[in-house]
């Protein structure tokens, strides 16, 4: 294992902001993307420093396992097909972060815990703004404070407009959640619940 940490779809909006912060500390990245030429550009805009892997996931999933980097950054979407998939391909001592918003994505990942502990691994999932911005939040607002009986988490997203049509595995991650439905607590327990069964107006 070496103390490199691998970006996946960092050409990706999320992927790119991720690599330039990591960038900034001094770490030693890999960027690992489909496009050549768009990771030959961001390394150029970093400073040169990173290495870049340019390939089809299949073949970038290969290459991580045969080089066992400290850390990988799954920024792949949509995630219940590469979650699982790009935590698989960790070997022994790799740890695996990723962005998911997709509760079966996070769920695979969650049940991988046993398995990557005995493997030296760490698995974090959902370090996204889906899951960061709203679940951490109403922790910490009741951390202290009595059980409570009723939360009610209103998230407005708002993603970045670039030119041009918006990416493949963003528009798939997007389709994915929306056709997947909600979910609730109700007496302890999760289910389903209707999209859009309870509509608010809400003023910014």
């Not at 909006?13 to 912060?21: E, F, K, N, S, W």
């Not at 607002?141 to 209103?154: F, I, S, Y």
């Not at 389903?192 to 910014?204: I, L, Y």
Request: net charge positive; hydrophobic share 45%; proline share 4%.
């Amino acid at each position: 294992m070496n103390n490199e940490v691998w970006v996946l779809g960092a050409t990706g909006r999320t992927g790119r902001a991720i690599a330039a912060r990591l960038h900034e500390r001094g770490v030693s990245l890999v960027l690992v993307g489909r496009d050549r030429e768009r990771l030959g550009s961001l390394v150029a805009e970093l400073g040169g420093a990173p290495q870049l892997l340019a390939g089809t996931l299949e073949s970038s999933l290969a290459e991580l396992t045969r080089n066992a980097p400290a850390v990988v950054v799954n920024t792949v979407g949509p995630f219940t097909t590469t979650a699982l998939q790009v935590a698989r391909a960790c070997p022994p001592g790799t740890h695996y972060v990723d962005i998911a918003n997709e509760l079966s994505a996070v769920e695979k990942i969650l049940g991988l815990d046993r398995q990557a502990a005995a493997a030296n691994q760490v698995f974090v999932t959902g370090a996204g703004y889906g899951v960061l911005a709203t679940e951490s939040v109403v922790l910490r607002l009741c951390k202290g404070q009595p059980p409570a009986t009723r939360v009610r988490v209103d998230a407005l997203p708002s993603i970045a407009v670039e030119a041009g049509v918006i990416g493949r595995a963003l528009a798939a991650t997007v389709v994915e959640i929306v056709s997947f439905g909600g979910r609730e607590v109700r007496h302890g327990h999760l289910v389903r619940s209707r999209t859009a069964a309870h509509v608010v107006r809400v003023t910014t």
